[in-house]
């Protein structure tokens, strides 16, 4: 690789070697008072502004990049109204909300949040993606992202009775199978997709949205088998959880769950709080989830078993 210094990145690079990269990778990465940032051989080049340079390993930078765009964020980041998953769309895609009722105590009270209650049922009959997206994600609104996590599936074209069916067939690409998000980081990676791959080996468009739908997507999955491993399709043994969002920017929710082996329907009395002396936030959530299903458990929202009401209260 040549020595010679890049004096200026293109796209891919000047987001693969940014500030928050460089922090992201070096914990002692002092981001204050830099004239500019380059790329030389192996490394990153970071100029200060006393004419001082420092060299980072670019390996070490593009894999803090490919870490942060594949990170997973907790289970309520991404959740619409009513603790709602993601909605189907057209064309093999899905609504993915933003989780503004559980950002804050107040959260359901803030704009995005009403809109998303107005919106929610409405979506699907906007099938033109541009209109869609003009309403989930605009200069006024950030309701949440189109993503279609197996690909984009074209719509139906017209057939002509006439053709030859044949050659109509040969001109169809029915789904474009490459994972697509609407979201700022993902365009960007796809504008730029070329430079991408010849900065980071095996490149592919990824976005923190794809990473959560998918582990989502494994958690309904998971819950379904649990479901239906027990003999009689009810299940005896059951998990109900509540959730308070914080009450600040500066603490965490607070994540409760009851469990019992008597079935969802089940009083109160036959209820027990999980680990009643620890504490859960919504960073405990999807491990919790997952460790109850391994262990047979079923989890129901506790806002949908009336019977569980008065615990809340408690």
């Known amino acids: 690789m040549s020595t010679q210094t890049q004096l200026e990145l293109n796209q891919a690079q000047a987001c693969v070697y940014s500030r928050s ?11 204050t008072e830099i004239a500019g940032i380059y790329v030389r051989g192996d490394d990153c080049l ?5 004419g001082s340079e420092q060299t980072y390993p670019r390996e070490l930078i593009k894999a803090a990049y490919s870490s942060y765009t594949h990170r997973l964020k907790d289970f309520f980041s991404y959740l619409g109204p009513n603790y709602r998953g993601p909605s189907v769309w057209h064309n093999n895609a899905y609504i993915m909300f933003k989780g503004w009722n559980y950002t804050h105590a107040l959260g359901h009270l803030t704009s995005n949040a009403t809109l998303q209650n107005h919106w929610a049922d409405r979506f699907i009959h906007l099938s033109d993606p541009n209109k869609l997206l003009a309403v989930l994600q605009s200069d006024q609104t950030d309701l949440g992202h189109l993503v279609a996590p197996d690909g984009i599936r074209l719509p139906n074209r017209a057939v002509d009775l006439d053709s030859d069916m044949e050659e109509e067939a040969k ?3 029915p789904v474009a199978a490459e994972p697509y998000c609407s979201c700022g980081s993902f365009q960007r990676q796809l504008l730029n997709v070329s430079e ?3 900065e980071i080996q095996g490149f592919k468009p990824w976005c923190i949205h794809l990473t959560w739908f ?13 479901r239906n491993a027990s003999p009689s399709g009810t299940p005896d043994k059951c998990v109900a959880w509540w959730y308070a969002p914080p009450s600040d920017a500066t603490s965490d929710g607070r994540f409760v769950l009851l469990h019992t082996k008597h079935g969802a329907q089940a009083p109160l009395t036959h209820w027990r709080t999980y680990k009643q002396k620890e504490v859960f936030s919504q960073h405990h959530a999807w491990d919790l989830f997952f460790n109850m299903m391994e262990a047979g458990y079923v989890p ?3 806002n949908a078993l009336p019977q569980l009401k008065a615990a809340i209260k408690k």
């Open 196 to 198: 991408f791959q010849q």
């Open 21 to 31: 990269n460089l922090r992201r990778a070096f914990q002692d990465f002092d981001d």
């Open 300 to 302: 129901f929202p506790g």
């Open 46 to 50: 970071v100029v200060r502004r006393d």
């Open 171 to 173: 001109d169809v690409s």
């Open 214 to 226: 998918h582990k989502y997507r494994e958690l309904l999955c998971k819950r379904t088998e649990a």
